[in-house]
Nanobody, 130 residues
């Protein structure tokens, strides 16, 4: 059974930083692309970052480029999302998920994610105070 467990969310002031973690089990980590997604109140879920299993290259949505950094530790079956310079618009529930597709299919807004994402974690809440 595939399981993805996110952690690290919390309350942070605008301009601050958080580091999210996602521990996966039940699948071979390096056979999938793994992404971070977020869904704010009243908004569609969007892909913000993704790491490719093929070449470990990372992909970012324009809204987070230069502020968020995704990394992975395959030995620990864990991926991370370092979020710096947080803004109020970054407030959301953050999910990690696995996809057999290329990261380019899932990063960005306006994507029908159910077409590309197989498994989701339960999410971790990030709140940004101004």
């Amino acid at each position: 059974e595939v399981q993805l467990v996110e952690s690290g969310g919390g309350l942070v002031q605008a301009g601050g930083s958080l580091r999210l973690s996602c521990a996966g089990s039940g699948f071979t980590f390096d056979e999938y692309a793994i992404g971070w997604f977020r869904q704010g109140p009243g908004k569609e879920r969007e892909g913000v970052a993704c790491i490719s299993s093929h070449d470990a290259e990372t992909y970012y949505a324009d809204s987070v480029k230069g502020r968020f950094t995704m990394s992975s530790d395959n030995a620990k079956n864990t991926v991370y999302l370092q979020m710096n310079s947080l803004k109020s618009e970054d407030a959301a529930t953050y999910y990690c998920a696995v996809t057999p597709y290329h990261c380019g299919k899932v990063v960005g807004a306006g994507i029908t994610l159910r077409d590309y994402v197989d498994y989701w974690g339960k999410g971790t809440l990030v709140t940004v105070s101004s």
